[in-house]
């Protein structure tokens, strides 16, 4: 599944895989700036890490659920990560500094989101990426989880050659 490339997540590799996350987002966004590219892969790089989780697979979803464009709504989902701020706005307000849509749109306030998010949504589903892919969603989804998926293997590809 998502976990037969550890090596990667060690401190060891972090400028590697910063590399591979701003070469995959350029390549599948490049109108996106060079700057922002590398302020989202440290921000998903970051908070995988506080939060326990593979970058890569958080990349995976921000590809799949905005293609790396921060100012992305779609059906009450806002951002990078495509929060839905109406079912998820009470509980934003009391464990974030985040009081409005707006402040959800700041890419570093909603990889934040997004990624608390998906690692509860994981450990809700006792540690099943595909289930916590599901609940991510909203519901299960196969096509949206093999999207997921094919992004992570193609930036874990990246990695491989760097």
Same mark, same amino acid.
């Given at each position: 599944?998502? &976990?037969?490339? %550890? &090596? @990667? ?15 995959? +987002?350029?390549?599948?966004? /490049?109108?996106?700036?060079? *700057? *922002? ?5 440290? =921000?998903? !790089?970051?908070?995988?890490? %506080? $939060?326990? =989780?593979?970058? +890569? ?20 989902? $806002? ?10 706005? /009470?509980?934003?307000?009391?464990? +974030? /500094? ?13 990889? &934040?989101?997004?990624? @608390?998010? =998906? ?14 892919? !599901?609940?991510?969603?909203? &519901?299960?989804?196969?096509? $949206? ?5 094919? @992004? $992570? ?5 990246? +990695?491989? *050659?760097?």
């Amino acid at each position: 599944e998502y &976990r037969a490339m %550890q &090596r @990667h997540l060690t401190k060891k590799y972090q400028a590697k895989r910063l590399k591979a996350l701003e070469i995959y +987002f350029t390549r599948k966004n /490049p109108k996106v700036s060079q *700057k *922002k590219i590398s302020r989202y892969a440290n =921000l998903i !790089d970051q908070y995988s890490s %506080q $939060y326990g =989780l593979d970058p +890569f697979l958080v990349a995976g979803v921000m590809m799949k659920e905005s293609t790396v464009k921060e100012n992305a709504v779609s059906k009450g989902n $806002y951002g990078l990560m495509q929060i839905n701020w109406n079912a998820n706005r /009470p509980w934003i307000v009391k464990t +974030f /500094p985040i009081k409005t849509k707006k402040q959800l749109m700041v890419p570093e306030n909603n990889i &934040r989101v997004g990624v @608390h998010i =998906l690692a509860a949504n994981i450990k809700k589903s006792k540690g099943s990426v595909d289930k916590g892919l !599901d609940r991510y969603r909203g &519901r299960s989804l196969a096509s $949206y989880r093999n999207s997921v998926h094919a @992004h $992570y293997l193609a930036i874990a590809r990246i +990695f491989k *050659k760097l």
